[in-house]
């Protein structure tokens, strides 16, 4: 049996037949907390053809739910095998479906022991999949240093976007009142990890069709209240430390 392996020593077992999975285990689209007070130890299962994608933030939020109302009442998660354990069954699963492998990294980010190694997690992941989009295109199209937004805007400015307001009140009123952000690397790349920036588009990148939307992106909709997500969008030029810390207290 294939199986994918989380965190935190979990895995899910991926299965072919309906008869491969277990009698015991609970739907996912059906959990109810009515439903596995009376078991000590649970495992879900998904059927991929049962859920369709507009339903994998309601579940994946339920799902967060009855873990925690597990660990409450010390109930055992998953099956032991070995040194890992099973947490769920998946049938009807394609391994190429994107929008199936995100609902399980959701699945993942929720059996994180604690908030903040599951914010840690998302924000990583989400990074990662925001770098990789941009990876080797040339989306901003630079030439001599120079990228398409400022070259259409006959600008001086080499900096792309990476740049502010040294004092942010007069913004452009006063002449030279912009500076390259102090996290820019002499390489060219950040040293913040700064999420809000990676999802910043300009007008030039969405002529191109490329925009970022949070309710796009399972793993943010998904885990964050509107306010984190305000944070989430809009603190730009900040270290990923700093934004994780503000996302805990909200
Ligand atoms: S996002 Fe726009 S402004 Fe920023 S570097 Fe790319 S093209 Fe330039
Ligand atoms: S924090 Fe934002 S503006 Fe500053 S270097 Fe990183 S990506 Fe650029």
Do not use: W
């Not at 965190?7 to 596995?36: M, R, S, T």
């Not at 080499?158 to 040294?166: A, I, L, T, W």
């Amino acid at each position: 049996m294939a199986t994918i392996n989380l965190d935190n020593n979990y895995d899910i077992k991926i299965v072919h037949n309906i008869g491969e999975l277990p009698k015991n285990a609970f739907d996912i689209n059906k959990l109810k907390i009515f439903n596995i007070l009376s078991t000590n130890q649970i495992t879900f299962k998904i059927d991929f053809s049962n859920i369709s994608s507009k339903q994998y933030k309601k579940i994946l939020k339920q799902l967060l739910r009855i873990k925690s109302f597990l660990i409450k009442m010390k109930k055992q998660i998953g099956q032991q095998e070995k040194d890992k354990k099973i947490i769920c069954y998946v049938i009807n699963y394609d391994k190429n479906n994107t929008l199936q492998n995100d609902f399980i990294l959701g699945i993942n980010a929720i059996f994180f022991n604690t908030r903040y190694e599951r914010y840690n997690y998302i924000y990583d992941t989400v990074c990662k999949y925001l770098d990789s989009f941009f990876y080797g295109k040339n989306l901003c199209d630079f030439k001599n240093n120079q990228c398409g937004e400022k070259r259409s805007a006959n600008s001086n400015s080499y900096v792309g976007c990476c740049h502010h307001y040294k004092i942010k009140l007069l913004g452009p009123l006063i002449p030279n009142n912009l500076i390259p952000c102090e996290h820019l690397k002499e390489n060219h790349t950040c040293g913040a990890i700064c999420i809000g920036c990676k999802l910043f588009t300009c007008d030039y990148l969405e002529k191109q069709g490329v925009k970022f939307r949070i309710k796009d992106i399972l793993l943010l909709d998904a885990f964050f209240n509107p306010l984190q997500k305000y944070f989430i969008k809009t603190m730009v030029f900040t270290p990923k430390e700093k934004i994780i810390k503000r996302l805990m207290i909200l």
